[in-house]
């Protein structure tokens, strides 16, 4: 043969590959009966079989007996059909034995080119069908190298990617680290399935706690859901099936000792463990612990709530950069409005006020709106008369005209308030004038004083000027004495 010792060859590369060795055995056949056919010809009819037990190939080349050849690769005469089967007969089909070392070098190239072909595809298949079951697991590895960014990681079999956006903030890895990560997709390519890890996704946090608390693995406590802000703060919703087990307690552990694991697997991320309950007022009061709620007013139209705490507990409810409400929203599935009970105080006394403006309502009746949804004009104004006729046991026709009356009541607030701007934008607008004039205008100059000039008369000027000329004759005279 010119593959010796086959049977060792395709139990060690199905062991190392994880590949089934029947797929080997199918990609060898391939390969001999490619190899053939390159030395025999194309249209030669070749059957190999493979012995499991010895790793014995035979490969046979099946030729048609006929009257007179014409395709001598898969066709012989009846005289050439008995060197092999004295008894064949015209239209039988005798199988050849041949020898593998017949194959010429092409063949054999061309043999292992297809076995090589056939081996990685194989391999991917094999790669993919291992991890596509571990999709939202959490996998182990090694960091191997970085790419843009990307942190490359050897997991044996093949190499998973861990890309800048699923990776924690202040997080660095260096080669050779070891690296824990939840398997986000597996995506299967020309190139090979490619696997992509994340550290940031909430379900790693939830897989990371059915790996630390047995009572969630055993479904004694059940995981409702989880929300994140990677590297900063996360929260996690537990419920328990069994009244004598505290889902809360058995998720921190004795001494916390279980959560503390997770927080130093997520590098200090702060974890608030939440009691779900079916009740979701009271579970919307428990994701913003540790805020104490006064009140919550649910609107279940539009799936959100008014959450009111007490003033010195405002600051703890929102959280740092809006974390804490953000975080309740998300696990929540509500839309949470977090208010001061100062600042809702002043909402119902000007809605209070607002209602109270309208003809047929007074103190008590506002407080019956009030208490049915309708805490403004707007509310009113939006409502349909049949509705508000309702709440307030009068007719439609009188609804009617009190909607009516909460539209105009608006107008009239808007202009009101319109006008207010105009007056306080032109108030702003004189001021801003009034300072530019006061940089621009110039400071009066600083003059000295000079005393005036005597104003001198024609005949002092006539004076002068013959007295000039005078001293200049005398001058010349002078002169002229000197030279002679």
Request: net charge negative.
């Amino acid at each position: 043969m010119f593959i010796t010792d086959i049977k060792r060859v395709i139990d060690q590369v199905s062991r190392e590959k994880g590949i089934d060795p029947e797929i080997m055995i199918n990609t060898l056949k391939e390969a001999i009966v490619s190899a053939a056919r390159k030395t025999i010809g194309p249209r030669a009819d070749i059957e190999v079989h493979y012995d499991g037990k010895t790793g014995d190939v035979e490969v046979f080349h099946f030729k048609e007996v006929v009257q007179e050849v014409e395709f001598p690769d898969s066709e012989l005469t009846l005289e050439q059909g008995y060197e092999y089967d004295p008894e064949c007969e015209i239209g039988d089909s005798l199988g050849i034995r041949i020898d593998t070392e017949e194959f010429g070098r092409i063949a054999a190239q061309s043999a292992k080119q297809v076995i090589i072909q056939k081996m990685r595809e194989a391999e991917r298949n094999a790669v993919y069908e291992n991890f596509i079951h571990k999709k939202g697991k959490i996998i182990n590895g090694i960091v191997q190298r970085f790419d843009r960014g990307s942190v490359i990681v050897n997991l044996g079999q093949t190499e998973a990617v861990l890309r800048p956006r699923e990776q924690m903030p202040k997080e660095n890895y260096k080669r050779g680290d070891r690296i824990r990560a939840y398997v986000l997709d597996v995506l299967e390519e020309s190139k090979g399935a490619q696997i992509v890890l994340s550290r940031t996704h909430p379900e790693f946090l939830m897989e990371l706690f059915k790996t630390e608390v047995p009572e969630v693995a055993e479904g004694i406590v059940i995981l409702q859901g989880a929300a994140r802000v990677p590297g900063l703060r996360a929260k996690i919703a537990v419920s328990s099936t069994d009244s004598d087990v505290d889902p809360v307690g058995a998720c921190v552990g004795m001494k916390g000792n279980r959560v503390q694991s997770i927080v130093q697997e997520l590098r200090g991320e702060k974890i608030d463990i939440v009691q779900w309950s079916p009740d979701v007022a009271r579970f919307v009061c428990n994701a913003l612990s540790p805020a104490e709620i006064s009140r919550v007013i649910i609107d279940e139209d539009n799936q959100s709530m008014e959450v009111i705490v007490n003033d010195e507990y405002l600051s703890i409810a929102i959280g740092k950069g809006g974390q804490n409400v953000s975080l309740a929203c998300e696990i929540t599935g509500w839309h949470l409005e977090v208010t001061s009970e100062e600042e809702y105080s002043r909402e119902v006394k000007q809605g209070y006020e607002s209602l109270m403006k309208l003809d047929n309502v007074g103190l008590p009746m506002a407080e019956i709106l009030f208490k049915s949804g309708y805490a403004s004009l707007l509310d009113i104004a939006e409502t349909s008369a049949e509705e508000l006729a309702s709440v307030m046991e009068i007719s439609e026709e009188a609804a009617q005209a009190t909607i009516v009356q909460a539209g105009m009541r608006l107008m009239d607030q808007e202009q009101e308030a319109a006008a207010e701007t105009r007056t306080a934008e032109q108030a702003s607008l004189g001021q801003k004038e009034e300072a530019a004039s006061e940089e621009v205008e110039p400071k009066e100059p600083v003059s000295e004083e000079v005393e005036p000039k005597e104003p001198v008369s024609e005949d002092d000027n006539q004076e002068s000027g013959d007295g000039l000329l005078e001293q200049n004759d005398a001058d010349v005279m002078d002169d002229e004495d000197a030279k002679s």
